[in-house]
């Protein structure tokens, strides 16, 4: 049966009232919370407490919660900023200073720290279908490379620097490309292309102060419409082909070119030596006949046979074979004098050499038969000389 059913006889078990069966009602909060205040006070060493501090923690222990809580604040505000970055720091969301790489600290709930990284080498690219000057469409694609050097402006200069920037290098591609021809951008004028959008870039995004840097610009690739392609290819093939065979030209010029003036130079010196030997024979002529001069005036005949003796040896001298004319004869007297000489040499079996005295002998008196002894003796004496001197 319940505590508080009717018919309890009286006996009402209320769980609020003491033994005693006194009605004391529910407890009192104010009482439950200045035990328990006690209890706590009582850990921390305080001792009784004062009549008019009901309710409340003593001051020691909220100085230790203060303290513990400082503690734990300023510990939190302990960071540290990588070598490649930059720290931003922002108090009350307006910027303050920049934090070099290190250990650093901020004040919690009042600091914020954005990294920056400042040595990465970031990229972007622009693509897309353009009109050229000559109302041609290509398609070409550029890749940017950037580097941040103002973090401060990098973050608060725009919204967003690399959107902006991106903006920017499709203006510029676009810009270069309308005033360019497409011959241009597909073969020899590439690089004048790039450098002048690296330029225009430059230009665009230096009113924004984006704190950004550009490092490189390349032109990745430029190509024609599908539809188009295969004449473009044919052209540009053709156009190689042109500086090709061009390359080549000058190529050969400069090497014939050299051979060439070689030869002339050749052809010069040797008309100069010529020139200086003809000159220096001819003085020597001069130089002898002046000599033989008074000479002749002396001895006219003696001298004339002399010269005319000299020429005939001369002449002589280089053949083999002698033809003699008698004086009052209608014969011509021919000596064949190489093959006498083989056949001695072949009667003998011994290799080529000079006439024996034997040999001459006989020959002279073969001639003696023919011939006078004074034409014999000069003839063989002359041949003997001749033969002597080229063996020698």
Do not use: C
């Given at each position: 049966m319940a505590w508080n059913e009717p018919g309890n006889n009286g006996n009402e078990k209320d769980p609020w009232k003491n033994k005693g069966g006194k009605d004391q009602g529910p407890p009192d909060l104010d009482e439950v919370f200045r035990k328990y205040g006690d209890k706590f006070n009582g850990l921390f060493g305080g001792g009784k407490?004062?009549?008019?501090?009901?309710?409340n923690?003593?001051?020691?222990?909220?100085?230790?919660?203060?303290i513990i809580a400082i503690v734990v604040w300023a510990l939190s505000g302990?960071?540290?900023v990588k070598e490649a970055e930059r720290g931003v720091v922002l108090r009350?969301?307006?910027?303050?200073?920049?934090a070099l790489p290190g250990l650093r600290w901020k004040m919690t709930f009042i600091d914020r720290i954005i990294p920056v990284d400042v040595e990465a080498v970031r990229s972007l690219s622009a693509s897309g279908f353009m009109l050229t000057e000559d109302e041609n469409v290509v398609s070409v694609e550029f890749v940017v490379q950037y580097r941040v050097t103002e973090p401060r402006n990098y973050l608060f200069s725009v919204t967003d620097a690399d959107h902006s920037l991106q903006q920017a290098l499709d203006s510029a591609l676009r810009y270069v490309v309308g005033h360019a021809r497409m011959d241009q951008i597909l073969t020899r004028g590439r690089?004048?292309?790039?450098?002048?959008?690296?330029?225009?870039l430059n230009k665009i995004i230096e009113p924004y102060n984006l704190g950004l840097v550009l490092t490189d610009v390349n032109f990745k690739d430029a190509r024609p419409p599908l539809e188009v392609k295969d004449a473009f290819d044919d052209a540009i093939a053709a156009q190689e082909d042109e500086q090709r065979f061009i390359r080549e030209a000058e190529a050969y010029a400069r090497e014939i070119e050299p051979r060439a003036r070689g030869?002339?130079?050749?052809m010069t010196q040797e008309a100069e030596g010529y020139k200086e030997r003809v000159t220096l024979e001819a003085q020597g002529e001069i130089a002898r006949f002046e000599k033989l001069l008074p000479q002749y005036q002396a001895a006219k005949e003696v001298t004339r046979?002399?010269?005319?003796?000299?020429?005939?040896?001369s002449v002589l001298g280089n053949s083999s074979k002698v033809l003699i004319d008698v004086e009052g004869g209608n014969n011509m007297m021919y000596l064949p004098l190489d093959k006498i000489m083989q056949q001695t040499q072949s009667s003998t079996n011994t290799p080529a050499q000079l006439p024996s005295s034997t040999d001459i002998q006989n020959l002279r008196t073969q001639m003696n038969n023919t011939l006078g002894n004074s034409q014999v003796n000069s003839t063989i004496d002359r041949?003997?000389?001749?033969r002597y001197s080229n063996g020698r």
């Amino acid at each position: 049966m319940a505590w508080n059913e009717p018919g309890n006889n009286g006996n009402e078990k209320d769980p609020w009232k003491n033994k005693g069966g006194k009605d004391q009602g529910p407890p009192d909060l104010d009482e439950v919370f200045r035990k328990y205040g006690d209890k706590f006070n009582g850990l921390f060493g305080g001792g009784k407490k004062s009549s008019n501090s009901n309710g409340n923690l003593s001051g020691a222990a909220i100085g230790f919660v203060l303290i513990i809580a400082i503690v734990v604040w300023a510990l939190s505000g302990i960071y540290t900023v990588k070598e490649a970055e930059r720290g931003v720091v922002l108090r009350f969301g307006q910027f303050h200073d920049v934090a070099l790489p290190g250990l650093r600290w901020k004040m919690t709930f009042i600091d914020r720290i954005i990294p920056v990284d400042v040595e990465a080498v970031r990229s972007l690219s622009a693509s897309g279908f353009m009109l050229t000057e000559d109302e041609n469409v290509v398609s070409v694609e550029f890749v940017v490379q950037y580097r941040v050097t103002e973090p401060r402006n990098y973050l608060f200069s725009v919204t967003d620097a690399d959107h902006s920037l991106q903006q920017a290098l499709d203006s510029a591609l676009r810009y270069v490309v309308g005033h360019a021809r497409m011959d241009q951008i597909l073969t020899r004028g590439r690089e004048v292309i790039r450098q002048q959008t690296w330029d225009e870039l430059n230009k665009i995004i230096e009113p924004y102060n984006l704190g950004l840097v550009l490092t490189d610009v390349n032109f990745k690739d430029a190509r024609p419409p599908l539809e188009v392609k295969d004449a473009f290819d044919d052209a540009i093939a053709a156009q190689e082909d042109e500086q090709r065979f061009i390359r080549e030209a000058e190529a050969y010029a400069r090497e014939i070119e050299p051979r060439a003036r070689g030869q002339v130079t050749r052809m010069t010196q040797e008309a100069e030596g010529y020139k200086e030997r003809v000159t220096l024979e001819a003085q020597g002529e001069i130089a002898r006949f002046e000599k033989l001069l008074p000479q002749y005036q002396a001895a006219k005949e003696v001298t004339r046979k002399r010269l005319y003796i000299e020429a005939m040896e001369s002449v002589l001298g280089n053949s083999s074979k002698v033809l003699i004319d008698v004086e009052g004869g209608n014969n011509m007297m021919y000596l064949p004098l190489d093959k006498i000489m083989q056949q001695t040499q072949s009667s003998t079996n011994t290799p080529a050499q000079l006439p024996s005295s034997t040999d001459i002998q006989n020959l002279r008196t073969q001639m003696n038969n023919t011939l006078g002894n004074s034409q014999v003796n000069s003839t063989i004496d002359r041949f003997k000389s001749d033969r002597y001197s080229n063996g020698r």
